[in-house]
T-cell receptor, first 112, second 114 residues
Framework: GNSVTQMEGPVTLSEEAFLTINCTYT??????LFWYVQYPGEGLQLLLK?????DKGSNKGFEATYRKETTSFHLEKGSVQVSDSAVYFC???????????FGKGTTLSVSS | DAGVTQSPTHLIKTRGQQVTLRCSPK?????VSWYQQALGQGPQFIFQ???????QRGNFPDRFSGHQFPNYSSELNVNALLLGDSALYLC?????????????FGPGTRLLVL
């Protein structure tokens, strides 16, 4: 079945540093890929998504490109802020397209 | 436009009890999915409801059951609670049968089983 592997955290950065969080997937067919963010004590918020190969999702300075050849969907941001401190989850659809399969999450901590 | 809402926000129960969690989907959405998120883990899919029927189920025992109402809102019921059921329960909604669609999450209900 479909699965996703996400880099372990925590990731600790200084403000304005470059961020990369790695995500690779295993899938049958062509699932949509997602990054969700969870701030402390809250539910999940959709950060960005890509629905087909070579698509680039972007939002709030974050970007990720759907790479079919490397089965990856790495999250990047050029200059992180303290307010970006949160847990980031990579996810994809299951084969039926009905459920999301999540990675274990990567905690990002940004200090000023 | 209201997003996905869930109630209650927090709940404390004891082992063996039963609990009901509620979810109202985002306006225009007809599909509701439920997830369990244990501390420090990613959410795990419990089941999905569409047209008042359970359409798909994850790897959860029959103690977990649900219902969808004609207005698309949904309930999650858990019977014979175990300590291991302590988690954040997330509801997500999506449009148009939900297949392949983006799911939008509510704030969750945090359940503590003592």
């Amino acid at each position: 079945g479909n699965s996703v592997t996400q880099m372990e955290g925590p990731v600790t950065l200084s403000e304005e540093a470059f961020l990369t969080i790695n995500c690779t997937y295993t899938a049958t067919g062509y699932p949509s890929l997602f990054w969700y963010v969870q701030y402390p004590g809250e539910g999940l918020q959709l950060l960005l998504k890509a629905t087909k190969a070579d698509d680039k999702g972007s939002n709030k300075g974050f970007e990720a490109t759907y790479r079919k050849e490397t089965t990856s969907f790495h999250l990047e941001k050029g200059s992180v802020q303290v307010s970006d401190s949160a847990v980031y989850f990579c996810a994809l659809n299951n084969q039926a397209g009905t459920a999301l399969i999540f990675g274990k999450g990567t905690t990002l901590s940004v200090s000023s | 436009d209201a997003g996905v809402t869930q109630s209650p926000t927090h709940l404390i129960k004891t082992r063996g009890q039963q609990v009901t969690l509620r979810c109202s989907p985002k306006s225009g959405h007809d599909t509701v999915s439920w997830y369990q998120q244990a501390l420090g883990q990613g959410p795990q899919f419990i089941f999905q409801y569409y047209e008042e029927e359970e359409r798909q189920r994850g790897n959860f025992p029959d103690r977990f059951s649900g219902h969808q109402f004609p207005n698309y809102s949904s309930e999650l019921n858990v019977n014979a609670l175990l300590l291991g059921d302590s988690a954040l329960y997330l509801c997500a909604s999506s449009p148009g049968q939900g297949k392949g669609e983006t799911q939008y999450f509510g704030p969750g209900t945090r359940l503590l089983v003592l």
